[in-house]
Nanobody, 114 residues
Framework: QVQLVESGGGLVQPGGSLRLSCAAS????????MGWYRQAPGKQRDLVAL???????TYAESVKGRFTISRDNAKNTVYLQMNSLKPEDAAVYYC????????WGQGTQVTVSS
């Protein structure tokens, strides 16, 4: 049974930081590309960042220079370090694993507000 469990969301003031984690089980983690997506109310789910099995990374333009995706294959975990958060970053953040199949986590809420 595949599980992706996100954690680390919460309420943060503009300019603050959060670190999201996604722990995977039931997959051969090291061969999967891992991604973070986000979905704000009334909007589509959009890509935030991707990290391939060979550690190459891709970022949405809106988060470049502020967010960093990384992975720890020994812990089957992918991270998203989010700095300089803006109100427009507020959304539910979802973890995604993709190789032969795609899997999603349940999401973690990020709220950016003063």
């Amino acid at each position: 049974q595949v599980q992706l469990v996100e954690s680390g969301g919460g309420l943060v003031q503009p300019g603050g930081s959060l670190r999201l984690s996604c722990a995977a089980s039931g997959i051969m983690f090291r061969i999967y590309a891992m991604g973070w997506y986000r979905q704000a109310p009334g909007k589509q789910r959009d890509l935030v960042a991707l990290i391939s099995s060979s550690d190459s990374t891709t970022y949405a333009e809106s988060v470049k220079g502020r967010f960093t995706i990384s992975r720890d294959n020994a812990k089957n975990t992918v991270y998203l370090q989010m700095n300089s958060l803006k109100p427009e970053d507020a959304a539910v953040y979802y973890c995604n694993a993709y190789a032969f199949s795609a899997y999603w986590g349940q999401g973690t809420q990020v709220t950016v507000s003063s």
